[in-house]
Nanobody
Framework: QVQLAESGGGLVQAGGSLRLSCAAS????????MGWFRQAPGKEREFVAT????????NYTDSVKGRFTISRDNARNTVYLHMNSLKPEDTAVYYC??????????????????WGQGTQVTVSS
């Protein structure tokens, strides 16, 4: 069982930056592929970024490539999402998620078993 807790959301002006953190419980964090997803009002949850267990493999949705960076610190049981050059269309609730132990990253929300409660990111124009 993995419990996840996001933090770091808030209100920021367009062009600004935020760093989201996701702290995981348990001693098995390093064997879980992690992902970030987001859900804007009236829209379905969408994939943002994913990172492999070692951090060596990452994938991003096209709209955030070059602006967002996913990273992890297995010693601290934490995954991060560094967000730069934020745009109003990035406004959403951001969720971190963990897969059951696997070597593979995924962009599909159904592949993730554990979810945090979400943190709101609002980007003003």
């Amino acid at each position: 069982q993995v419990q996840l807790a996001e933090s770091g959301g808030g209100l920021v002006q367009a062009g600004g930056s935020l760093r989201l953190s996701c702290a995981a419980s348990g001693r098995t964090f390093s064997i879980h592929t992690m992902g970030w997803f987001r859900q804007a009002p009236g829209k379905e949850r969408e994939f943002v970024a994913t990172i492999s267990t070692t951090g060596k493999v990452t994938n991003y949705t096209d709209s955030v490539k070059g602006r967002f960076t996913i990273s992890r610190d297995n010693a601290r049981n934490t995954v991060y999402l560094h967000m730069n050059s934020l745009k109003p269309e990035d406004t959403a609730v951001y969720y971190c998620a963990a897969r059951d132990p696997t070597l593979w990253t995924s962009k599909i929300s159904q592949d993730y078993k554990y979810w945090g409660q979400g943190t709101q990111v609002t980007v003003s124009s």
